[in-house]
């Protein structure tokens, strides 16, 4: 549809905000709703990223995440990024500041719990609002992020740990609470990216994949009020028939504090001879409930640097086969995530929205499919 970052038309955050370069975009609805007697709209989508520069080919001065609001729910004409504030206490600006054209990092190495490293870079995966009686906004924005520890070759990485931040003012100051921690081992190390989804039955559902682009996706659950307590997580298992004479075994369902039992729900896509097929693995990935559809969908990578959709009825599966919406893309594309106020979330009509990355270019586009034609 057309560029959310870059040195371009609309948003031209180079300009606007220091921002020539940058990936991922995640999103969610912050949850709060519009207050008619003021002149801003505070009912807005957060827009986190990762690693950003201020200069073409990843030159310039650089920031780990960064992070933009936008009112916009007009997004047949793209994702329109409104003016940052400038010193007038005002959290609905497009973006949190250091400077008045200059976006600020948002998850600073100097707030990691003690003893944590930063590593390479702290990345954005996932994001989600929780409604927080007694706040000052009545929700909380909830970040889950990755440190990178080195990078390897192309779409792979290793990560120290993954981690939650958090904010009580729209995103605009973020701590990161020590219990969130989840250390790159053991059933952890396949929860160090993510995705959030939260039905409204109480829980928060965590996916997960492993570091890199090269591993299955996950289901993780918590109550809403102890999503940064990893202790309070249950994991979903397909179960066990066990070793030996069934020692060992145990059943299908979810298991508290015990990541090592989770079940890959999705990216094990093999044909003949074990001859790996679409959506055989899973990168970065978002999830939604659809209303259009009546099903949750997740959107995902895969090895061939496809976009693969799949649906379910219930969060954690059974899910869908693979349906590939785009193929790999000459500048190198990834990291769909789906817009919280698409028509088809929200039941209105058919299309599809999500911000990809483009390597090439560093940026992030929005892209639409219908899903009627699926």
């Known amino acids: 549809m057309d560029w959310v970052t870059g040195n371009f038309a609309p948003n031209d955050t180079f300009n606007r905000y220091g921002i020539w370069g940058t990936d991922v975009g995640t999103m969610w609805d912050n949850g709060i709703p519009d207050d008619p007697s003021t002149p801003i709209n505070e009912s807005q989508v957060l827009i986190a990223f990762g690693d950003t520069f201020g200069g073409p080919n990843m030159t310039g001065t650089w920031r780990l995440n960064t992070l933009f609001r936008s009112p916009d729910r007009n997004l047949a004409d793209g994702l329109a990024v409104p003016g940052g504030q400038w010193f007038n206490g005002n959290m609905f600006g497009g973006s949190p500041l250091w400077e008045e054209h200059y976006a600020r990092q948002i998850i600073l190495p100097e707030r990691l719990p003690k003893g944590l490293p930063t590593g390479v870079t702290l990345i954005p995966t996932a994001g989600i609002s929780v409604p927080t009686p007694g706040t000052k906004y009545g929700a909380?924005?909830?970040?889950?992020?990755?440190?990178?520890?080195?990078?390897?070759?192309?779409?792979?990485?290793?990560?120290?740990?993954?981690?939650?931040?958090?904010?009580?003012?729209?995103?605009?100051?973020?701590?990161?609470?020590?219990?969130?921690?989840?250390?790159?081992?053991?059933?952890?190390?396949?929860?160090?990216?993510?995705?959030?989804?939260?039905?409204?039955?109480?829980?928060?559902?965590?996916?997960?994949?492993?570091?890199?682009?090269?591993?299955q996706a996950f289901v993780s659950r918590v109550a809403e009020k102890d999503i940064l307590d990893v202790t309070k997580y249950e994991y979903y298992s397909a179960g066990s028939s066990g070793w030996l004479f069934g020692i060992g075994a145990y059943s299908a369902g979810w298991y508290r504090n015990d990541p090592g039992k989770a079940?890959?729900?999705?990216?094990?896509?093999?044909?003949?001879?074990?001859?790996?097929?679409?959506?055989?693995?899973?990168?970065?990935?978002?999830?939604?409930?659809?209303?259009?559809?009546?099903?949750?969908?997740?959107?995902?990578?895969?090895?061939?640097?496809?976009?693969?959709?799949?649906?379910?009825?219930?969060?954690?599966?059974?899910?869908?086969?693979?349906?590939?919406?785009?193929?790999?893309?000459?500048?190198?594309?990834?990291?769909?995530?789906?817009?919280?106020?698409?028509?088809?979330?929200?039941?209105?009509g058919t299309e599809l929205y999500f911000n990809l990355s483009v390597w090439n270019d560093y940026n992030v586009w929005l892209v639409k499919t219908d899903l009627a034609k699926l």
Not at 275 to 304: C, P, R, T, W
């Open 140 to 215: 909380t924005q909830y970040l889950s992020f990755m440190s990178v520890k080195q990078w390897g070759a192309a779409g792979q990485w290793s990560t120290n740990y993954s981690a939650i931040a958090y904010s009580e003012d729209n995103g605009e100051n973020w701590y990161i609470a020590p219990s969130s921690v989840r250390t790159n081992f053991g059933g952890n190390a396949n929860f160090q990216q993510g995705a959030f989804v939260r039905p409204g039955d109480g829980f928060v559902y965590s996916y997960g994949t492993p570091n890199g682009r090269q591993g």
């Open 263 to 348: 079940s890959p729900i999705f990216g094990r896509e093999t044909g003949a001879c074990g001859i790996a097929k679409a959506g055989n693995q899973v990168s970065e990935m978002s999830v939604q409930y659809n209303k259009q559809l009546g099903k949750y969908v997740a959107l995902h990578g895969d090895q061939f640097n496809n976009i693969i959709l799949r649906t379910s009825d219930r969060p954690e599966g059974g899910w869908s086969a693979p349906t590939v919406l785009m193929g790999q893309q000459g500048g190198g594309i990834y990291a769909p995530m789906m817009h919280p106020w698409s028509p088809s979330t929200l039941g209105t």
